[in-house]
């Protein structure tokens, strides 16, 4: 069992909706990572986050580290945010625990 | 800035062959890490490194060597390769955030290598 596991692992969702990624893991963390990657193309970071929330654009990251649970949600989508989107669950100060990725297609 | 430069973007190999990938970055980043990516599983660190002269092995060392000569400089190599090797490969660098202690990342393009 992966100690970070993502839901759903694909999602397809018309333009405009409302879109929400869950990531849950199952140790403490000192940081929760979410990445994005696009087809064929590297890996962006989009947030780092060790509480709360945070939010950049149409882009918003929670945390309840209680629960040790995050959410990725998207706003307003749009084809273009269309990628796979990753969580990372930072262990100490070097390696990462990764999820295996939701899929997100959006059509318009 | 190029940020983290990965080369060659691809590569096929044949089984017993060698290679080495190259990662450079200009951040003046402390850590660099290459990992492995392939369908259905997340990103598996192979190895890693804290610093110019060190590195340290990862979730799957097996086949692979790492050197670390210059800080920004972070070589993978395959001695020789296998079918099982064949993967999508990123090279990350990263620096600490003061504030949370995690670690704040720059991924490569990555680079894909066809072992035959």
Redesign the interface.
Known sequence: KNEVEQSPQNLTAQEGEFITINCSYSVGISALHWLQQHPGGGIVSLFMLSSGKKKHGRLIATINIQEKHSSLHITASHPRDSAVYICARGQGAQKLVFGQGTRLTINP | NAGVTQTPKFRVLKTGQSMTLLCAQDMNHE?M?WYRQDP??????IH?S?GEGTTAK?EVPDGYNVSRLKKQNFLLGLESAAPSQTSVY?C?SSY??SL???????????SRLTVL
């Open positions: 850590y890490y259905g599983m997340g990103l598996r660190l890693y804290v990862g990123f990350a600490q955030d949370s202690g995690a670690n704040v990342l720059t991924f490569g393009a990555g």
